[in-house]
């Protein structure tokens, strides 16, 4: 069973809004083991629609259709849809009582427009939505089955757990299962030069590189009967990758983000950590906060912009920023003694650098960022250089910072010493 995704909204092709749906529809349908060949979007206009849906069931079993179920006279999918099967729409009375119950029970005044939401194609699967006022739909014809969902991500996808899963679940011949191994700390070339041989050689199990700022993720992907046989399958070639990798795999889990498995070390060492902030503006405390539990670890977080900020609250001496200025590695080594010193956190973290656009020399250019880890007192400092605009250039240096402390605290962890290093 092939299938096609179409999201519906003139809003999705002027880019206000991000078109999440396609990328989770195709993902559910993977895991499913169905293959999804076609991905459109359309805007609120009913010939183009209808052109793209006929379109859609001359080359596709499962048409996944999203937004267009609103109230408003621009919200045209099941009108279309009924269009091109020469369906009539009908009143449910089921979706009718839904609706009604649904601005009863938030104390809303009904508009008249709202009742279009519960005309239905007729003979259509109705699909409650536990979320909205839009049912969805499944009308199936000639061997099609075109499914309509309502496109606000928080309706839509509660309705496909809870009912387009089941229904499609019958149509799967098998699974595809992925698993994403997590490296932080090397680069996309470098890590696909160690793994191609293994990228030559695939066929079941696959292994996709995905880059992120400051990471790459190996997604390995497996076709089988059922999710075991799938999950066996998969388990050497992870095994291998970890291998390769060592310590610069931080998780296999989907779900472990780059910060949640630096709060997990401090967490099991139970250390306390603070952080020192200039270029980056708060975003190393962000990610760190972002994580539930860290409230056990996290001490405080300065954000030190200014020269005299760094002397008032870490102590950096006057002299050192007039002798090495305020981007150097001796002021990231002040700022992180500092930070230890006025929090007695166990681990700091301070990072100072250049974002520009402006600042840059040719001694120190714009990108330039200098990271210093204290863990326990031991002290290292690293210089790098990033690329990009401003915004790019701080996410970098946020990405660099937690990678860092992390290797800090797997090598403390692991009783082995670590000092000062440059790259």
């Not at 989770?24 to 009913?46: K, P």
């Not at 330039?368 to 326990?376: D, G, H, S």
Request: charged residues 25%.
């Amino acid at each position: 069973m092939t299938v096609e995704i179409i999201c519906v909204g003139t809003e999705l092709l002027l880019g206000n809004i991000i078109n999440t749906n396609a990328a989770y529809l195709a993902e559910q349908c993977a895991g499913l083991g169905l293959s999804c060949y076609y991905q459109s979007v359309v805007g609120d206009n009913r010939s183009r629609l209808m052109e793209t849906v006929k379109t859609a069931i001359g080359r596709s079993d499962i048409i996944l259709m999203s937004g267009g179920l609103g109230p408003t006279q621009d919200d045209l999918t099941k009108e279309t849809v009924a269009e091109v099967l020469s369906i009539p729409l009908v009143a449910d009375e089921h979706s009718r009582q839904r609706i009604a119950h649904y601005f009863e029970k938030r104390g809303m005044h009904i508009t008249d427009n709202n009742w279009k939401q519960a005309q239905v194609p007729e003979g259509c699967l109705v699909l409650d939505n536990e979320n909205g006022t839009a049912p969805g739909m499944i009308v199936e014809v000639g061997g099609h089955h075109i499914v309509m969902m309502p496109g606000p991500p928080g309706e839509l996808r509660p309705m496909f757990e809870n009912s387009v899963r089941p229904y499609l679940q019958e149509f799967t011949p098998g699974v595809i299962f992925s698993q994403t191994v997590k490296i932080c700390g090397v680069s996309e070339s470098l890590v696909e030069t160690k793994i191609e041989d293994l990228i030559a050689g695939q066929e079941n199990p696959t292994i996709a590189p995905y880059a992120r700022l400051g990471e790459v993720h190996l997604r390995v992907t497996a076709k089988a009967a059922d999710e075991k046989e799938a999950k066996k399958l998969i388990k050497p070639i992870v095994r291998e990758l970890k291998a390769r990798f060592g310590g610069d795999v931080y998780s296999t889990d989907a779900d472990t983000t780059l910060e949640k498995s630096v709060v997990d070390l401090l967490l099991a060492a139970n250390l306390t950590v603070a952080t020192a902030e200039s270029c980056t503006g708060g975003m190393l405390a962000s990610r760190l906060i972002n994580v539930a539990g860290i409230s056990e670890s996290y001490k405080s977080g300065y954000v030190t912009y200014s020269n005299k900020a760094k002397r008032r609250l870490l102590g950096v001496k006057k002299t050192t920023l007039t002798k090495y200025g305020a981007v150097s590695e001796k002021v990231a080594g002040e700022m992180a003694r500092g930070a230890a010193l006025f929090t007695k956190a166990d681990v700091t973290v301070a990072i100072t650098g250049i974002a520009g656009p402006d600042g840059g020399t040719k001694e120190k250019p714009v990108g330039l960022v200098y990271i210093a880890c204290q863990v326990c007192g031991k002290l290292m400092i690293k210089e790098y250089l990033f690329s990009g605009g401003r915004a790019k250039i701080r996410e970098s240096a946020t990405a660099c910072a937690l990678t860092q402390l992390r290797r800090c605290l797997l090598e403390y962890c692991g009783s082995r010493t670590f000092g000062k290093e440059k790259n």
